[in-house]
């Protein structure tokens, strides 16, 4: 072999690419599904800051003690509730004195017992329609209420003059609030149902409107509440005040002056702002439940016993500790400050569409919680949120309903008792526009009946039915909104 001359290279082995293919395989999707599953924990988390901090930046409460912070206490002389549950505590001072001094579980509530025959409240009463002439039991049993509380109802009406109202109430306890009182005012109101009824009956026309005052006031010492379940109450005594009206003016032809009165407090019955009240308030409540601890939460229907609530509040601290590790809480979390947020915008507005739209919203909100990946206490909560706007429009429905009613009332006043053809006669005179129907944003209906005439709206299933009324019962399809005269 000659000098500088180089050996022959050695053959290669071709090289094996399967283990590289089977590993850029087997990794490359895992490293993909990694990067989706850190981008949806980033953009939610992101999400929930940026919503968080808007709420924040708006004066809004975000958790409990924020709520409660808009409650604040108001001095004892101003306050309404103040002698109110002094009363209560007169009827039954066991069930109060616990719920004033945080006593859980509250003692059983001393439930008094009506006779059978009392208008409103008895077994074989409870409902009474406009037209109907009371039976003589009905008239004692009602006569033998009011005389027996008389002295207490002077002492609820001086109360309700009061300028505030602050109940005791501690929303830190979140869903555990304590709300006992919400219950008393709705069977003050009921009561002074009673004495509307009985007035009606006696021809007394002023303390027929005095007592529709009345349980307009009983309903609005809860105005300033922020939860729903207030409001709802306060819906339900309103629509009490509407009722009694409704039979006054199906019983009896008021002069102006009393129409004057009965407008007056008809008015009064608005409720602007309080569905965006109840959705700031529940969004808070709703936030709460991702900050239960262990310990709270394995106490909500747990067994009995040391033994199975540890194994409860285990059991829930792992289960909380993956979802927030897949960060399924954060996107739970998202949707719900989201879907709230939608809501609170859309109850500023006043107009049909708005009602609507906010209708669709939260069935939207509880569908996509369903779907994978599961936002599970959105599933839970979104859906008791769906009729909430339409309880709130339809009590303004109604009470729309009675002022064109009132005004109905004073077009007969002057055209010798008969009813207009159409409500374009009571402009301008009567009224300077006929309210629009907060279910489709069109003027509200009217219909001649052969005793009188009903005002209406469409009502939430948005299809004129041509004034028909919901059966006492229910178990009715098709219905509008009604404010009937018959008379």
């Known amino acids: 072999m000659s000098a500088g001359t180089s050996p022959p290279p050695l053959p290669r082995k071709p090289r094996n690419w399967l283990p590289a293919i089977v590993a850029m395989c087997v990794f490359a999707p895992l490293l993909v599904l990694l990067i989706v599953f850190i981008s949806y924990r980033i953009s939610n988390v992101s999400a929930v800051r940026r919503l968080e901090a808007e709420i924040k930046r708006k004066g809004e409460p975000l958790t409990l003690a924020d709520l ?34 945080g006593v859980r579980p509250l003692p059983a509530r001393r439930e008094p017992r009506w006779d059978d025959a009392l208008p409103l409240l008895g077994a074989e ?30 002492n609820v009406r001086q109360a309700l003059r009061k ?48 007592a529709v005052e009345n349980i307009s006031r009983t309903g609005s010492a809860v105005a300033a509440e922020p939860m729903l379940i207030s409001q709802l109450v306060r819906i339900a005594c309103y629509n009490m005040a509407l009722e009694a009206s409704e039979r006054l003016l199906s019983r009896h032809v008021l002069s102006n002056a009393q129409l004057d009165k009965l407008n007056a407090t008809v008015d009064e019955l608005a409720m602007p702002g309080a569905l965006r009240l109840s959705f700031v308030s529940e969004r808070a409540m709703f936030l709460s439940v991702f900050l239960l601890s262990p310990s709270a939460a394995a106490q909500l229907g747990s067994p009995s016993g040391d033994e199975a609530e540890e194994m409860s509040e285990s059991t829930y601290q792992a289960g909380t500790g993956f979802l927030g590790f897949l960060g399924l809480n954060d996107a739970d979390r998202r949707l719900m400050l989201e879907t709230m947020e939608k809501a609170i915008w859309l109850s500023d507005r006043d107009d049909a569409k708005a ?4 209708e669709a919203l939260f069935v939207e909100a509880a569908s996509t919680a369903k779907r994978l990946p599961p936002k599970i206490f959105c599933a839970i909560l979104m859906p008791a949120e769906e009729k909430a706007a339409i309880r709130f429009a339809r009590l303004e429905a109604r009470r729309r309903a009675a002022m064109v009613a009132i005004a109905v009332e004073r077009y007969r006043l002057a055209n010798g008792g008969s009813t207009p053809e159409d409500l374009d006669e009571l402009i301008p005179q009567f009224l300077r526009s006929i309210p629009s129907d907060p279910f489709d944003g069109q003027p509200l209906r009217y219909k001649e009946l052969p005793t009188g005439f009903v ?24 219905f509008d909104v009604t404010f009937v005269v018959e008379r």
């Not at 009602?355 to 906010?358: E, G, N, S, W």
């Open 68 to 101: 409660a912070a808009t409650y604040p206490p108001i001095p004892d002389e101003d306050n309404g509730a103040v002698p109110l549950v002094e009363l209560w505590k007169k009827e039954d001072p066991e069930f109060w004195n616990a719920f004033l001094e």
């Open 125 to 154: 009463a409870k409902r009474i329609s406009r037209t109907m002439v009371l039976q003589p039991t009905n008239l004692l049993a009602a006569e033998a209420f009011l005389e027996e509380h008389k002295e207490y109802s002077k």
């Open 163 to 210: 300028p505030k109202f602050r109940f005791p109430v501690d929303f830190t306890d979140g869903f555990g609030t304590l709300l006992p009182h919400l219950a008393q005012i709705k069977r003050e109101a009921q009561s002074f149902h009673i004495e509307a009824l009985l007035a009606s009956e006696g021809k007394d026309v002023e303390g027929a409107i005095a």
């Open 355 to 358: 009602l609507k739209d906010c």
């Open 455 to 478: 005002v209406y709206s469409i009502g939430p299933d948005r299809t004129d039915d041509g004034g028909i009324e919901p059966r006492q019962k229910g178990g009715q399809k098709n």
